[in-house]
């Protein structure tokens, strides 16, 4: 660790306020307007996430890559805000044997003021086996959810640690590893990318367009930087590619 890399463990060493902010003053050439946060609390999410908070574990497409658990994330939230955070799943749905979550994370800021960040999580559908018929020493899959809710918890913790690194929070693990995870076929079996998009991803479009109030002739401007003259007639990689854009997740 470099001495100017700083950990929770040390900011709670942190007795004043201006010994907080002359080393987050270190960061402010990153800053263009000033920050709704205190120093303390950029201290806390801009800082590098410490070594015994982060795990690993194989990656799909071979390797591995690193994680935190959702409840060191919910624990920073806590410590940042006062418990002054609520997440909330905006929709959710199944593609082949993937199940996606669309999550908002809202936070406020000393004055009361809301601000929030969306991104999607995902976790891998489980089935329940059987015996195989014809093989009595195999199994086969069935099309009887193992755990369904625990699914779905893992999906939503999932998109719960995105929104986080929206904010900056496990930044620099997300940032390097969120699509590591996903091997090229699992992305085939989930999205085969000319197919017409679905109604749940045009919907959820629409949503966040209008969150967004991008309207009338808004819409017409903004499809067309994807080459979209319609929502009705887009595939499923260009939309996407839009609510990556349109929840910041965009690379």
């Known amino acids: 660790m470099s001495k100017d890399e700083i950990t929770i463990e040390e900011i709670d060493s942190v007795m004043n306020e201006e010994t907080a902010l002359t080393v987050a003053n270190k960061e402010s050439k990153l800053f263009l307007e000033n920050s709704p946060f205190s120093p303390r609390q950029l201290l806390n999410i801009l800082q590098k996430t410490p070594a015994k908070h982060v795990y690993r574990r194989p990656a799909k497409g071979g390797g591995e890559w690193d994680y935190v658990t959702g409840t060191y994330v919910k624990k920073v939230l806590n410590y940042v805000f006062g418990w002054m955070w609520n997440f909330e799943v905006k929709d959710k749905g199944i593609e082949g044997d993937c199940l996606w979550i669309l999550g908002r994370l ?19 559908v489980k089935f329940k086996t059987m015996p195989d018929p014809k093989d009595s020493k195999k199994r086969i899959r069935t099309d009887k959810y193992l755990d369904y809710g625990n699914d779905l918890k893992a999906a939503t913790t999932d998109a719960l640690k995105k929104c986080a690194a929206e904010f900056g929070i496990a930044s620099d693990i997300y940032g390097k590893n969120e699509f590591q995870e996903v091997s090229p076929e699992t992305k085939k079996s989930i999205l085969n990318a000319e197919d017409p998009a679905t109604a749940n991803q045009i919907d959820i479009i629409s949503n966040l367009m209008k969150n967004r109030k991008i309207t009338g002739a808004a819409v017409t401007m903004y499809l067309a930087k994807y080459k979209v003259t319609d929502l009705l007639e887009m595939t499923k990689g260009e939309a996407v590619k839009i609510m990556q854009d349109l929840t910041g997740g965009a690379k």
Do not use: P
């Open 106 to 124: 809202t936070v406020k800021d000393s004055n009361g003021n809301e601000i929030f960040k969306e991104q999607f999580g995902r976790a891998d």
